[in-house]
């Protein structure tokens, strides 16, 4: 025990060096804004929804100002740091016939919400692209209704803001945490995959294999700790080491993982370079899932809900292992 208690030190020594707590002040200091038109009714409904949450129910000014309501007949419009435009309307006014011909011209998202309290939640696979717009029809102005295509493509489209963004906005935090998870265990593949191809490499395995196993240890870690700083700070928390500790009984329980996975792959040469992403990917989806459920809630996960979602997302990033071991192996 006293050698793991040891080893775990050692190992946030080392991964601390590597993290910028200033690097993550700044990306809560990002401007942007959106731009709101339409229904004034719904503008304020809209606005009412995104800046609900903030401590004590007070709406900082800074926040208040990341939403800008607009005239949609405005032939000219200060876009700046403007990420996109939302444009509302209700059933029976059709956003085919809306004057939306001049907001095309900022080159912008346009994200066109329709609410029709008898319709389904629906809209498009991806978000639009610049100068273009794209139709979301909902029943209503709340968070429930607006999380399933709206708000993850909204985030979709405001790459580098995304914690400036969870700050501001409290009703987007969960859709933002998710997308900065999703990125980090991204990263976390990429380099558990460069590590065992690495292990693989006849010559360069034998000489750097260890050195690469150590290093993407670290090098994960890293990304998990910075995930929790970034969630941290998306949620109105000032980013602050000391928090890290709280993370560690979560990524000691992924370190377990990647160790295993680390032996597999000495067994299944191609098969395990796949493995080794697999569970690097599935411990970074832990981590930040975890602490969001804690923002969410106010509480940790119990062990079983932890153990079930680790088991869903090992079993989806496998599914991708497999694919890319039979690519491996033609």
């Given amino acids: ?71 949609a ?39 066109a919400i329709t609410v029709d309290p008898e319709a389904q939640a629906s809209g498009p696979p991806s ?78 395995g034998i000489v750097l294999g260890a050195l690469a196993s150590a290093g993407d240890t670290v090098a994960i870690t890293g990304i998990q700790m910075m995930l929790l700083l970034h969630i941290e700070a998306a949620y109105g928390k000032d980013p602050d080491l000391q928090r890290l500790w709280q993370l560690l009984p979560v990524v000691g329980g992924g370190f377990g993982w990647r160790m295993l996975a680390r032996e597999l792959s000495g067994f299944i040469p191609v098969a395990g370079i796949a493995i080794k992403g697999a569970i690097a990917y599935a411990g970074t989806i832990v981590v930040g899932e975890g602490v969001t459920f804690y923002h969410e809630h106010g509480a940790h996960m119990s062990k079983g809900e932890a153990s079930a979602m680790y088991e869903r997302t090992k079993s989806d990033a496998l599914a991708f292992a497999r694919d890319l071991a039979s690519r491996f192996t033609k």
Wanted: charged share 20%; glycine share 8%; aromatic share 4%.
């Fill in 127 to 204: 978000a639009p692209a610049p100068g273009t717009w794209a139709e979301y029809v909902v029943p209503e102005i709340s968070r429930d209704a607006l999380r399933g295509r709206f708000f993850p493509q909204l985030i979709d489209v405001c790459k580098s803001v995304e914690i400036a963004i969870g700050r501001n906005l409290p009703a987007l935090r969960e859709t933002v945490a998710a997308k900065l998870t999703r990125d980090a265990a991204n990263s976390a593949l990429k380099v558990a995959l460069a590590s065992a191809l690495v292990d693989h490499v006849p010559v360069v």
């Fill in 1 to 71: 025990m006293a050698a793991s208690i040891g080893a775990a030190g050692d190992l946030f020594r080392l991964v601390r060096k590597g993290i910028d707590v200033r690097a993550v002040q700044a990306h809560t200091r990002r401007p942007f804004r959106f731009l709101l038109c339409g229904d004034p009714l719904l503008v304020t409904a809209m606005r009412t929804l995104l800046l609900r949450g903030h401590t004590d129910g007070v709406v900082p000014l800074e926040a208040a100002s990341t939403l800008e309501t607009i005239d």
């Fill in 73 to 111: 007949g405005r032939t000219q419009l200060q876009t700046g740091d403007a990420r996109c435009i939302i444009f509302l309307g209700s059933r029976g006014s059709d956003v085919h016939e809306a004057n939306l011909g001049s907001l095309r011209s900022a080159r912008l998202p346009i994200f």
